[in-house]
């Protein structure tokens, strides 16, 4: 089993649409947790830090669920722009090692 | 501008040619890392170091090495490269390990051994 686990897509919606990406992690020591976004044969650009609170930034939430050991990520409203690969971040330990899931591809279509 | 300056950003080797792949980062970030990058896969660590001459093994350290003489430089060393190593090698640095504000990757080296 894949310590970090996510559903690989591909997610095809329409502009505007509200999608969500879940992802799930099997290390309960993992402390911090992050999604990145990754353009096609480029590097990995942090997108957002995700807390037990929840977060917001913008069209973008994040959530943390630690008893669940689960991680989501909504988009509202998206744009042509958000067709990307989201990839799951889970880090651990004090050098904060980071694990990543295989990514989520988005295709936000016309 | 801050950045992780990666290079070279293409290579094709041949088996057993050592090479070099070179990082520098211009933050006074304390931690860097190195990872590959296969399909189906995902990103997967190499090594890791948290500070100068401290470095460790991360999931896939088997046929790389690395240094870490100054704060900016992160090499990474393939001695004996083979074929099972062509993959995209991400460097990426951080200042408090990723806990607070993630990673800054470099743009990515692409390498193929033939």
């Known amino acids: 089993r894949k310590e970090v686990e996510q559903d690989p897509g591909p997610f095809n919606v329409p502009e505007g649409a509200t999608v969500a990406f879940n992802c799930t992690y099997s290390?309960?020591?993992?402390?911090?947790f992050f999604w990145y976004r990754q353009d096609c044969r480029k590097e990995p650009k942090l997108l957002m830090s995700?807390?037990?609170s929840g977060n917001e930034d913008g069209r973008f939430t994040a959530q943390l669920n630690r008893a669940s050991q689960y991680i989501s990520l909504l988009i509202r409203d998206s744009k042509l722009s958000d067709s990307a690969t989201y990839l799951c971040?889970?880090?651990?330990?004090?050098?904060?090692?980071?694990?990543f899931g295989t990514g989520t591809r988005l295709q936000v279509t016309l | 501008e801050a950045q992780v300056t990666q290079n070279p950003r293409y290579l094709i080797t041949v088996t057993g040619k050592k090479l070099t792949v070179t990082c520098s980062q211009n933050m006074n970030h304390e931690y860097m890392s190195w990872y590959r990058q296969d399909p189906g896969l995902g990103l997967r660590q190499i090594y890791y170091s948290m500070n100068v001459e401290v470095t460790d093994k991360g999931d896939v350290p088997e046929g790389y090495k690395v240094s870490r003489k100054e704060k900016r430089n992160f090499p990474l060393i393939l001695e004996s490269p083979s074929p099972n190593q062509t993959s995209l090698y991400f460097c990426?640095?951080?200042?408090?390990?990723?806990?607070?504000?993630?990673?800054?990757f470099g743009s990515g080296t692409r390498l193929t051994v033939v």
């Open positions: 995700v807390y037990s």
């Open positions: 290390n309960s020591a993992s402390q911090s």
């Open positions: 971040v889970a880090s651990t330990g004090t050098a904060s090692k980071l694990t």
């Open positions: 990426a640095s951080s200042l408090f390990g990723g806990r607070e504000n993630g990673y800054t």
